[in-house]
């Protein structure tokens, strides 16, 4: 591709939390190389809160309004947009069919998906499966039709994506924390994204921390919330959120925080971009290991499984690990 400058540049990866947190680093990147283009990112309803934080995005756009529109008003409104590129980091079909359809002059895929074939003309040739990068690297791989060609560091990416302050904490949530003591958020479960370290290893965790230093709260969905409510210590120092933020109010809650701890999860993520100490808590095994997905952040301290740990449905992590990075800040 003949390098020139774009008016707008558009970045669709629309799955997950996590993964969306680790493509925000391109819209960085592209503001750098591109400081006049208006930056749109493509995501889902649910990841929005997460994408609205990064300076470097000038507008979301949010999948199922457009799935709401019938093929032709979508094809339309999409014209109407006057979009240069369209990269497709997360592949939909769908939306590769329709950036051709409303004529996106460049339009970028990876070469391993048959409709890209027929729908992208700039297709880039690595394998996500085969790599032995992690994936906000894979990410930028797609940037090579744009004349971006640089191997970014992990530091580097994490630079490209801070998240900034969100200040809209409200009153009730603002009263539960103690200025005397440090903040813990413990996020047992991962909506099935990671192989899970176990409640009751979590339960163990907060009760094992000093009452008069630490202030720990559970995080989760409302959902996720139903497998240890009922089960959390009766301690003044003990707090249950899970089923009480909206995302919004967890992104705002844990910059206000000092650690966060979780397996491979969305929140994991949104603590390393926030700048918080994130604990992590990973297999080795392939293609969940951290050299995949730990999060991007300058304080992320990954714990990974004992290698002499026999197979098992929850990570083998003692309890005394992890409780031994929490003392450490």
């Known amino acids: 591709m003949k390098i020139k400058t774009f008016k707008k540049i558009v970045i669709s990866r629309t799955d997950s939390i996590g993964d969306v947190a680790l493509t925000l680093p391109l819209a960085g990147i592209l503001r750098e190389k591109y400081p006049d283009a208006h930056i749109v990112f493509l995501g889902n309803t649910y990841t ?30 999409l014209k109407e947009q006057n979009v240069d590129v369209f990269i497709h980091v997360f592949p939909r079909k769908e939306l590769a069919k329709l950036a051709k359809k409303a004529g996106i002059a460049h ?24 790599s032995d990068l992690h994936e906000a690297q894979l990410n930028t791989k797609l940037l ?76 989760g969905t409302q959902e996720e919330s139903a497998f240890f409510s009922s089960k959390l210590p009766d301690a003044e120092n003990i707090i249950d959120l899970s089923g009480k933020m909206t995302l919004e109010q967890l992104i705002a809650f844990i910059g206000r925080c000092h650690i966060l701890v979780a397996a491979s999860t969305g929140p994991l993520h949104i603590a390393g971009l926030s700048n918080i100490k ?10 969940l290991h951290p050299g995949r997905w730990m999060p991007l952040g300058k ?22 690990r992890v409780k031994g990075e929490i003392l450490a800040l």
């Open 48 to 77: 929005k809160p997460v994408i609205e934080c990064v300076n470097s995005i000038d507008e979301v756009w949010c999948w199922a309004d457009i799935q709401a529109m019938g093929l032709q008003q979508q094809v339309f409104w």
């Open 107 to 130: 339009r970028i895929g990876t070469l391993h998906r048959l409709f890209h074939l027929f729908n992208c003309n700039h297709r880039t040739n690595f394998s996500r499966k085969k």
């Open 144 to 219: 090579k039709p744009l004349g971006l060609l640089h191997d970014f560091s992990l530091s580097e990416l994490a630079q490209y994506a801070q998240l900034r302050t969100v200040n809209t904490l409200d009153d009730e949530l603002k009263s539960l924390i103690d200025s005397k003591k440090k903040q813990v958020i413990l996020h047992p479960k991962s909506k099935g994204s990671a192989i899970e370290w176990g409640v009751d290893k979590f339960i163990a965790l907060a009760a094992s921390l000093p009452a008069d230093k630490y202030q720990v709260f559970f995080s």
């Open 278 to 287: 994130t604990i992590g808590l990973f297999s080795e095994q392939r293609p």
């Open 299 to 320: 304080r992320v301290k990954i714990i990974t499984q004992e290698p002499t740990a026999q197979s098992s449905s929850l990570l083998n992590i003692s309890v005394e």
